[in-house]
C-alpha cells in the first residue's frame, strides 16, 4: 500500500499555515460547487429512479344516488342552469351549462354540458351569476377574484385559489340528464360522504 502525500495529509488535516494558525480547518470544497454537486446528485437520482416520473395521484371522487336535473334538449347553449347537488346542504348550488364546445367531463352529442359546484375553492365565495359566455368561465369570484375555466375540469386560470372547482359528474340516459357524483371536494366540507 503507498502512502499519501504528506502535503495531501496536511491539507486534510488542516495542517497548512493561515487554517493551522486560526484553529480551523480549510474546506476542500467550495460553496458553489457543493451547490453544483448536489443538484446534479439529486437529478440523477430523481430520473434514475424507476417509476418515479410516472407516478400516479389517484383522484377523489365521490358517488351519490343519481339525481334528474334537466331534459337534454331544453339546454341552450351559454344558458346555465342552477340546482343543489349532492344534496340540499350548506355549498350544494351547482351550476349545468351547455358550452357550445367540446370540454373536459362534458356528456352530451357534443361533449359540451357540464356541471360544476357554484363555490370558490379558495375562501367559499359565491360564483351565482358569474358565468362568461365568451371565455366559458365562471368567475370572477367577488372576493377575490378567482376565474375558473369550465372546458378543462374547473380549472382555476386567475386569482387566488390553488384547486380547479368540484365538477358535478353527469350521465344522460335518453334525453334526461343526471348527476351521479362529484370530482373534487367542496369547499366547506371534510369529504364529500353522505352521512
Known sequence: MSELDPKIVAAINGENGEAQKAG????????????LTSGLTTTVVMVGIPGMS??????????????FIAKLSDLKTDEPFDFEYPDE?????????????????????DQDIVAFNYTCTHQGGPLQGT???????LGPCPLHLTTFDLTRHGIFIAGQAYQSLPQVLLEVDGDDVYAVGMFGLIYGRFDNLQG
Open 24 to 35: 480551523t480547518r480549510k474546506c476542500l470544497m467550495s460553496r458553489r460547487q457543493f451547490l
Open 54 to 67: 410516472e407516478a400516479e395521484t389517484p383522484a377523489v371522487v365521490s358517488t351519490y344516488p343519481r339525481k
Open 131 to 137: 358565468y362568461q359566455a365568451a371565455d366559458k368561465a
Open 89 to 109: 346542504g350548506q355549498f350544494a348550488e351547482s351550476i349545468l351549462v351547455k358550452l357550445g364546445q367540446k370540454a373536459g367531463g362534458g356528456i352530451g352529442p
